[in-house]
């Protein structure tokens, strides 16, 4: 028997050079926590310690995601279930620290999941702006002006995650660490390809997806996605990273399931990270959905093609 997380807590990569790897960073809107000469640990403007870990080797690649749980007695509860697939409960050791335990999923990914993690004061967020629509106008007799730079990412909101064996992965995580199913994607209404999975903490709403599985018939980093403020501050990020010569992968528009708006862009070595905002919250009394596939890689608005990441 497994626990019930309560969010995802930060991604891990390694790469050739940590330089390259940083400036990409701080233009897609993280602030460096800390750094070592092995390794890069960068924050966003909430609590959490880090979001984002970059180990210093010689090839680049996905290293594996961790997720949060609610107490430290949880972890020893994972570890010492019968069947568990996590090690022992041990110190971690990065900034925050905390305790941890790890096991590897059916694809293979390293996963994680930690608690007891110092948090830090908030950063100030900026573009704090009033908009005005037909339904009402707060601001009157001032202009608004979007302050160029970099979008300000707040936190870690999902990873993606292509997998071998769909209902394999998916069962190994609804037992270990609790989640449920918020979208359940079908192929010809009989064949499913993936689910969104979000954390259950009952009555407090939570993001519509902590993670989404693929059944890619692979296994692999698909893509992490990052909160920001607003539509304005996306915006303001993606004509930043544009004008700095990074490659976008697919974007600007507005998800059906998740309903997020989205941007997503190519770190240095290919990895996908993605910019959202104005996504759905759910419950525990919200039941699950079944959707077809164009759901998934359509768009409510935006690009006219469907999404590379899954097309």
């Not at 070595?269 to 596939?293: K, M």
């Amino acid at each position: 028997m497994g626990i019930r997380v309560v969010d995802v807590a930060f991604v891990q990569f390694q790469a050739p050079d940590l330089d390259e790897m940083e400036a990409f960073l701080v233009e897609f809107g993280m602030v460096t926590a800390h750094r070592t000469a092995t390794a890069l640990y960068m924050r966003g403007t909430d609590g959490e310690p880090f979001v984002h870990m970059t180990h210093l080797a010689d090839e680049p690649g996905f290293v594996g995601l961790t997720f949060l749980a609610a107490s430290v007695e949880d972890l020893g509860e994972l570890a010492s279930s019968p069947g568990s697939a996590f090690g022992p409960v041990e110190d971690f050791d990065g900034p925050g620290g905390g305790r941890v335990v790890r096991a590897t999923d059916p694809s293979g990914n390293t996963v994680e999941v930690i608690a007891g993690r110092a948090t830090h004061e908030r950063l100030p967020l900026h573009r704090n702006l009033e908009h005005n629509d037909a339904a009402g106008a707060p601001r009157a007799g001032a202009p608004l002006r979007v302050r160029p730079g970099p979008s300000q990412v707040k936190r870690l909101g999902h990873v993606v995650l292509d997998v071998l064996d769909f209902g394999e992965s998916e069962a190994w995580y609804k037992k270990h660490l609790g989640l449920v199913t918020s979208d359940e994607v079908k192929v010809n209404d009989d064949v499913t390809v993936g689910a969104f999975l979000r954390c259950d903490v009952g009555e407090r709403f939570v993001d519509h997806h902590t993670l989404f599985l693929i059944g890619a018939r692979r296994h692999g980093f698909n893509h992490a996605a990052f909160e920001v403020r607003s539509f304005d501050d996306l915006m303001a990020g993606n004509a930043h990273l544009d004008a700095a010569g990074r490659e976008q992968f697919w974007g600007v528009g507005r998800h059906i399931l998740g309903s997020q708006i989205y941007d997503y862009w190519k770190d240095p070595w290919g990895h996908v990270v993605e910019h959202w905002t104005d996504g759905d919250l759910f419950n525990n009394e919200t039941p699950p959905n079944v959707a077809p596939l164009h759901e998934l890689i359509d768009s409510q608005w935006g690009p006219t093609t469907t999404a590379p990441t899954f097309g």
